[in-house]
């Protein structure tokens, strides 16, 4: 009995004891989930401070890797110019208690090992690197307790600015001279600006140009030129090196150097003046010029011939003095003013009509009044190259009145990036133009175009085409907007012109090739160029992309007449679209997104230093 009491009486010491030890566990794990809770929350605070200092990280980098685009300044100035631009961006970031921030490029010697990894050797094309790291404290909480007030965060990135493959595209036609001291337009002869390079405003054009280059990296961007008059031309940097890294010195350029062959390669093409032709002097009795080939006057059916049976070597009516018409009989063409006193396949008769097609012999080159190659008579003091038989004559496409092949630099732009641009390069196309479209490619420049088109498009037929016009085509009716000439219809730009009758199966559009190229004009062809360069989206799925080229247009003075398509290319350019034109509702004669106008050649050097501000940069890790 006296046990059971005792075991009894223990029973609520026992309890209690109990009760104890759950009070001393619950304690523990009060204060442990306290701890959890309070290093989750230091974990979860530094997490998102290390993803905010990464993230302020990677576009310090980029713009560090902005800044290098600067080579004209040392190498300190740069540096300065990056780390600022690097504290610059962490405080956009709002990323405050950075306790270290380092930045370096390649040229630094010590520099962190991972960098020094990324850096080309030796002997190996140089890249354009900026390496960012920086150290933040960031604040704790829990671990206060312990004393720990802070931790150190450290992150770091690299940015590079991207390999650039520039092309400069130079309207080369005569017009770009027509600020030159003696400028007349109806017969102006380069050679003397050319030769001491103070052609205006195509100077101001070639030393804004060099502007542009100079904010490239030597040894490491790429620059091509192209020009364009009657069509274009690859200009080599030396030898047969079309796309050159060795840049040069803009004051002092030397040979061989993309800076040289701006200030001395580039001249001005010596354009054929309408008053020379002779068909362009000879009027119907109704008072209006005879229709000629713009292209190339001597045919004047378009068929790639001079001498055509019965026409249009038989004039129906013959000047006389006085300018008054011989209506009353039919007379030969005399296109040979008098006997050439040569022989053989050589000789050319006094009033022999339609003479050779190797002699251009209905244009006057130095505007004597007299139609003839024959050296010696008339024309004894004419220069190599014009009337004088004992020098190679004049190419047929040097004859043309027409200098403006716009699709032409554009093809050529795009020809040569495609073949000797680098893969991972930014392709950029920087074309210049005071003018409107009035010609296009030929099958001999390029092979995409079918042989019946011996003029390009043109048109091969003056009374249906576009030669009344000097090849031009205004979109008025009925030759209303852009046509396509693509065998497949379904790939044909989306936005057609007004419908013509037929209708054919792709709305609005001609497709296939006609002897006379119907509407498809020569600026039809500079917009489908164009799209192969940079177009990459279109409402047609069908439709083939470009080639992902940056473009830039830059209309000077009169080139407003061509604004339509300066600011196409600008717009295809920009994102590879051709919506969301930020031209659309900005009037003409006005920068809009990559199209920049310029009244004179003094804006140039700017809008050109605008464009090198432009230049695309790439982040990597």
Known sequence: MVRNNRISSLKPLLQGEKRGQALVLLAVAFFALL??????????????????????IDAAAVAAANNIKNPQTSLTERKQKITEAAREMLTIHRITGVSDLQVYLCSDDPKPAKFAAMCPASGQSPRKLAYIEATQDSPVYFLQI????????HASAVGETAAVDLVLVFDTSESMGKDTAGYNPNDFNPATCNSNNNCYPFRQAKDAAAVLVENLFDGYDQVGIVTFD???HQLPIVGTTLLSTDLGDKNNPQPGTVQYAIRYGINLHDDLATMKVKWAIY???WGDKRNYNPIYPEDRDGDGKDADAGKPCVDQYVNLAGSSLDTSTIQPDQWADADNGLSGSSHVAAGDPCDSDTIIDAIDWNADGVYSQT???????????????????PSFESSSLLSTCSGCGLRAARELLAGGGRAGAVWVIVYLSDGIANLSDMPATNSDIDSDFIYGFCGNDPAIAFWPDYCIDWNNPPNTGRYCIDNNANECPPTPPALPTPIPPFPGVIVGHT????????EDYA??????AGLLFSTNPSELSGDDIVMFSVGLGAASAGETLLRYIANIGDDGSRGNDPCASIVTMQNCGNYYYAPTGAYLSQIFENIAGRIFTKISR
Do not use: C, K, W
């Open 35 to 56: 701890a959890f809770l309070g290093l989750v929350t230091d974990v979860g605070s530094i997490y998102i401070s290390y993803t905010s200092l990464q993230r302020a």
């Open 146 to 153: 312990f004393g720990v007030r802070s931790f150190p965060l």
């Open 230 to 232: 009657y069509q274009a």
């Open 283 to 285: 009027e119907s009795p």
């Open 375 to 393: 050296y010696g008579i008339g024309d004894a003091t004419i220069p190599v190259g014009y009337d004088n038989p004992n020098s190679i004559p």
């Open 515 to 522: 002897t006379t190229s119907g509407p498809y004009s020569v």
């Open 527 to 532: 917009f489908d160029m164009a799209d192969r």
